[in-house]
């Protein structure tokens, strides 16, 4: 089961595609992306909690979420 199927009730997943020279170069300009890929969690208020770069495993990124869920 992914991720988004979890925890739909919980989570807004947004998946932003990086190859996408028009809207993917904004993206990674106003979020100052120099890894791919990057994960940024946000509060319900759009601000910026947490962030992480690199390759995770399903069980980092739950792991990760559970924590942030549980603040």
Avoid at 47 to 69: C, M
Wanted: a negative charge.
């Amino acid at each position: 089961m992914a991720l988004e199927e979890k925890y739909d009730k919980k989570i807004v997943f947004i998946i932003v595609d990086v190859d996408n020279l028009t809207e993917g170069r904004k993206m990674v300009g106003d979020f100052g992306v120099y890894s791919i890929p990057a994960f940024f969690y946000l509060n319900r208020h759009g601000e910026i909690i947490a962030e992480d770069v690199g390759v995770k495993s399903f069980e980092q990124l739950e792991n990760r979420i559970l924590d942030l869920l549980a603040q």
